[in-house]
């Protein structure tokens, strides 16, 4: 049976979103990573090599055969020097067969099922995503809230940023974290720019990005790369995008593969932009 826990972020609120946790060590099936491997139409060499090294490194050891450094009469010889295994292994005493016939087994870990509660005026008025919802005729969940009065999301999002999330919109900021990681910031752009709210939440990320800012990427990887330039996109941190998009251009030996990560902004920017080499300068607008 899933678990339930309760989020006030807004006592009395006529709005309850239902997010469901999976449990630690549980992976999702809902990543936004790379794979380890993805078949490229045009470069079937790489995906060889690629191939190849994984089967390698992925290979055991070859066993040794009774053969391959002796000769028949010294292999024979060591075979009569071996033990033998007794042909009657140590009878288990009832105890312990009773304990092995009657044993448990584990409990699956359930998911988690978090209810938090939301207010309509706050969230109409930072998101309007929201305002359109709970307004106008042609969304049943407008229709819904008007007769009944309450009204239940269900949100596929991660716990952490959604909660962040909704203290922003809900100006409930103390306590507040004086950092958080980078990815939990990725999650809680994505989500800002979904609901279209991203001018609220951009005031209280100010801090969060120049202690992160500090520990830009100095070697090129695709992800890291990609999740930078949209957040700084986003917010409008010019400095960080020339940086990102520049190491793009010298480091990338392929084309940058935005909709792999699911960055709507990040794919649009790449998608729009035909020549990359002029794309730090399209971005920042001047020449490098």
């Not at 045009?42 to 090294?53: F, G, I, K, P, Y």
Request: hydrophobic content about 35%; proline content about 8%; aromatic content about 8%.
């Amino acid at each position: 049976m899933c678990e339930k826990t309760e989020h006030h972020i807004y006592e009395g609120g006529e709005i309850t979103f239902l997010l469901q946790e999976e449990p630690a060590g549980v992976s999702s099936t809902t990543s936004t990573l790379a794979p380890a491997i993805k078949a490229e139409p045009d470069n079937s060499d790489t995906l060889a090599m690629q191939l190849s090294s994984v089967a390698i490194s992925e290979c055991p050891p070859r066993k040794r055969t009774k053969y391959s450094h002796t000769t028949q009469e010294q292999a024979s010889a060591d075979q009569h020097l071996k033990p033998r295994p007794h042909p009657h292994p140590h009878p288990q005493t009832k105890d312990q067969h009773h304990q092995l016939k009657h044993k448990q087994p584990t409990p699956t870990p359930q998911p988690t099922i978090h209810k938090i509660h939301a207010s309509k005026t706050h969230l109409a008025s930072a998101s309007p995503f929201f305002s359109r919802m709970f307004t106008r005729p042609n969304f049943t969940e407008g229709q819904t809230l008007t007769e009944t009065g309450h009204l239940t999301l269900t949100a596929e999002w991660p716990l952490a940023p959604f909660l962040l999330l909704m203290r922003i919109i809900h100006h409930q900021t103390h306590p507040w974290p004086d950092k958080i990681d980078f990815q939990t910031l990725v999650d809680l752009t994505i989500m800002a720019d979904y609901y279209g709210c991203v001018h609220v939440v951009k005031f209280y990320v100010g801090g969060w990005l120049d202690r992160l800012e500090r520990r830009l990427p100095r070697r090129y990887s695709e992800e890291v790369v990609v999740k930078w330039i949209f957040v700084a996109w986003v917010y409008g941190r010019q400095n960080v995008l020339r940086c990102c998009t520049r190491m793009a251009i010298e480091n990338a030996t392929d084309e940058v593969r935005a909709d792999v990560y699911q960055l709507r902004v990040c794919e649009m920017i790449i998608s729009t932009v035909p020549a990359l080499p002029f794309f730090s300068s399209f971005l920042c607008g001047r020449v490098i």
